[in-house]
């Protein structure tokens, strides 16, 4: 079984400041690794995933994430934020078996402020 | 395309009341999948179908009945809505090849049980 912690419920930053959203995951076994994003009133979109090969994955609008397996870890960064990326942002982990299920983190809000 | 949607977008039910809620997909997807979400509880899946005609259970599926009748359809039924089923509840679907990992949601039915 695989479970997911998000420590940060919110993180309130200012504009054009950089911000690290936190996740950790646990699992026996080899996982695949997303970040969804949910703006307000909507539903989630993908915004990167780790599937194998690089650990350093990268989204188009400028947020990146580095799969580190000693440490469970698959932290989100982004060096500069926008007003725009206030939403809230949820850490994934689906095992490798054929259902692909999401296990969820409990997701943290990022408010950017100006 | 559409893509996932989801109908209704609100509904308010009285405590024993029975509903369906519909998802649609139009990407020939073969996997779908029901996930509630609650605050500060993230995401966690109710059931899921690996194709037309199967359903599985998934982390919180008591009270909920599916069906998958149709490759774009999945279906989730409340036989008697209880309070504690108040959520925002969202469809998603994948494609079943292997390096398609992304799943997509539908815009999310709110739902409150009075």
Redesign the interface.
Known sequence: AQS?T?LD?QVPVFEEAPVELRCNYSSSVSV?L?W?VQYPN?????LL?Y?SGSTLVESINGFEAEFNKSQTSFHLRKPSVHISDTAEY?CAV?GMD??????????TRLLVRP | NAGVTQTPKFRVLKTGQSMTLLCAQDMNHEYMYWYRQDPGMGLRLIHYSVGEGTTAKGEVPDGYNVSRLKKQNFLLGLESAAPSQTSVYFCASRRGDSGQETQYFGPGTRLLVL
Do not use: A, E, P, T
């Open positions: 997911v998000q419920s695949y997303f969804y909507q539903g989630l979109q993908l995933k599937l949820f689906s054929s259902s692909y299920k999401l296990i969820f983190g409990s997701g």
